[in-house]
């Protein structure tokens, strides 16, 4: 079983919106944070966001370049962390891909999923 698959990847105009899935299986979804993280081409693998549980809540982290514009989000009842993508730019044009970790190193990827942004 597949321990993460992304979708709701596609090609949009700049400004446009898309939301991202992020469904979860096995241990994955138990661990202590889950993230995205993109790769642009031609580019290094980049940390976008995550969600972490602490022991008493969850936080968010965003990368600086697209604080305000996305947000990370999880529902526990289907196991699936989004990533809703607002006021998108050329420069977001990546494949995206979810990732779970219970320590330093993501530890469980999906497969990405290919975002396009059209200016």
């Known amino acids: 079983q597949v321990p993460l698959a992304e979708s709701g990847g596609g090609l949009v105009q700049a400004g446009g919106s898309l939301r991202l899935s992020c469904a979860a299986s096995?241990?994955?979804?138990?661990?202590?944070?889950i993230g995205w993280l993109r790769q642009p081409p031609g580019k290094e693998r980049e940390f976008v966001a995550s969600?972490?549980?602490?022991?008493?809540?969850?936080?968010?982290s965003y990368a600086d370049s697209v604080k305000g514009r996305f947000t990370i989000s999880r529902d526990g009842a289907k196991k699936t962390v989004y990533l809703q993508m607002n006021n998108l730019k050329p420069e977001d044009t990546a494949i995206y891909y979810c990732?779970?970790?219970?320590?330093?190193?993501?530890?469980?990827w999906g497969q990405g999923t290919q975002v396009t942004v059209a200016s």
């Open positions: 990732a779970a970790k219970t320590s330093t190193n993501y530890q469980y």
């Open positions: 969600i972490n549980w602490n022991g008493y809540t969850y936080t968010t």
């Open positions: 096995g241990g994955a979804f138990s661990s202590q944070t």
